[in-house]
């Protein structure tokens, strides 16, 4: 948009994110994260990735956040919001980029 000869962009939080997002072939053996699915995607947590320190495990469980726990992706802006059950998990995006999952056919 432009105001007066200025370029003037729409603040981060009104910014659409890309729908280009295509789902992996299944002989794609990448690691797919919370951050790399689209919004209403459902998925299975697989696993974390290395380095993530004990204690951030333990809180992540303690939300009810484990291997094998199914969820659904309802943002990522300005946070990635997720379902488990009946509640709704608030994470950041270095953090959604370190949960690894498998989606739900």
Do not use: N
Request: proline fraction near 7%.
């Amino acid at each position: 948009m432009t105001l007066f000869g200025i370029e003037i962009k729409a603040p981060f939080h009104l910014r659409t994110r890309s729908r280009s997002w295509k789902k992996p072939a299944s002989t794609d053996r990448t690691a797919i994260t919370l951050l790399d699915l689209p919004d209403g995607c459902h998925a299975v947590v697989k696993g974390f990735l290395h380095g993530m320190p004990a204690q951030r495990h333990a809180q992540l469980r303690a939300y009810g956040l484990a291997p094998g726990c199914p969820v659904i992706v309802v943002q990522h802006t300005p946070v990635t919001v997720i379902r488990i059950e009946h509640l709704e998990l608030a994470l950041e995006h270095g953090l959604a980029k370190e949960i690894q999952v498998a989606l739900i056919e």
